[in-house]
């Protein structure tokens, strides 16, 4: 059946109302409107004098804040002085809230202005821009061109963001999709074009959005180099290599930044049985910070395990931990470094053996056996080259077995050398450290040789010490400052630095603590089961070889 259509009468009406309702509705908001902007104009004084006061007492708050503590008792009693004298005078009440309302009506009287889009050097700065990228975003096969000579640049950039001093900050790119944003060889080139354009001697982070076809360039803020040795809050096992930008980890740290304490990002590098990176090597130029990431290294190591150093510079970088408890020894020399290195391949061995007849016996597993040994040598491109004129054995050499079994024997190694000479380093040490440090200024393509893939920032040329990357295995490119360890019988070392070494270093080793050690009485050793003479000998050569050398 069809539907009938309404009265003429009833819709019309209908019409006619809802006309009159919106014309109702209309004529009320123009009302609403009208009341308020006269209620704003009528209560304009008023507003000015509010805002105005809220800013004298945010500049009041500010410079209380700012008044040292023993000088607040005497300002206090000059305030309430001033105020008992002007309630005194004869209209001195009066008088004070007139001037108090005339400098809030004069201080309230200018608005903050809202900044709505760039001024004219940020337009010239963004064209530019914009014209630098056109021969690399655009192909003549193109009918519509995002980026061509003489056009809009509001297209293809957003979210930009300038600093005081009127350089580009931040910058959201928009490129087409035949762009090769898959070849590194591509990426470098837009990257170093926008690291020119934006001003150089900062640290850019470039984040590619190959799915949506954006690139978001930013400027990283400084990592902080306030961060002196410490007790980090860690477990048996992790090692605070240094700290990094707040995104990067998904854990944080308390630590004493200078006269405060916060949280922050560490670099957690974890070593043991379970590790998958059990080694570290550190690169870097003289003077970048690699000496003070081993004694970092040494005095974290200490707290749970034994350390063994070997300094082929020959400077005392490590003489303050010289016959400190935990400290089997500190070599400077080759003859001695050729012992420690033997002493170290043997007692891996040695551990290797001990758990494994523990095992087949279904005994526990020695706990001598457990306690961390770790091997930090400094240089030994020093050491290589007294050993080829000498006609000596490469002590390189003698690392091919703590490197290949130290994670089942519990032998962590930590080489550092330095750039021009990192070619000397054998194929043992470079193929078993899969954690990488580099520190102190360095090219893209030497970080990324040695770390094996290139930074997403842009390294500066000036960086203080202790600054640089690490990457822990096949994982990400991370920004690192290592926490400041200087030596602390350096002159040139702060107070405050050298207190916060000498804090964390362990006791000194008596003369009977060197001698309970010779007879096994204070080695926590546990002899082997006697199956033959080997495993009941191989616990005291190897205590007896670690006295030797503490007495060397």
Known sequence: MARRPLPRILSSGSARVLSSGSAQIARGREIARTAADSATDVLHPLITVSRGLRKLAATAKAKWAATPKERRGPTLFLAAACVLVVALIPYGPLLAIITVMGAAAWKGRERPVVKTGPDEAEVERLQALYEALVPYFSVPEDPSPLFAHGG?????????????NGRMSRVRVKYPAYFTDGEAESRARIEQLLHAKSGRGREYLFDWDEEGNQLVMSVLPALSTGIAAQHFVTVPGETVLGFTDPGAVQRTVPVVDGDETRDAPPVVWRTGPRSTEPHLLVVGQPGSGTTSLL???????????????IEGSGTGEYACLTGRTGVLAVECGLAGALASLEWAAHET???????????QAGHPVPEDTKRPLWILLDRPSVFAHLAAADGRTDPQQLLQVPLRHGRAANVTVVVSEQFDTEDVLSEPVLGHTRARVVLGPAAPEEIEHVLGAAPHTTPTPDVPPGRGYARLGTGPVLRLQVPATPDPYDDATSETHRQAVLDL??????????????TGAETGVEQAPAEDEEADTAPVEAVAGKVRMEKG
Do not use: K
């Open 152 to 164: 809009d640049w509001a297209g293809a950039l957003s979210d930009y963001e300038f600093d005081g």
């Open 295 to 309: 004694r970092s290294i040494a005095l974290q190591a200490l707290q749970h395990g034994d350390v063994l150093i």
């Open 349 to 359: 061995e040695r551990r290797l053996i001990s758990a494994n007849r523990a095992r």
């Open 505 to 518: 270093l362990p006791e000194r080793q008596t003369a009977l603590d060197a001698t309970d050690m010779e």
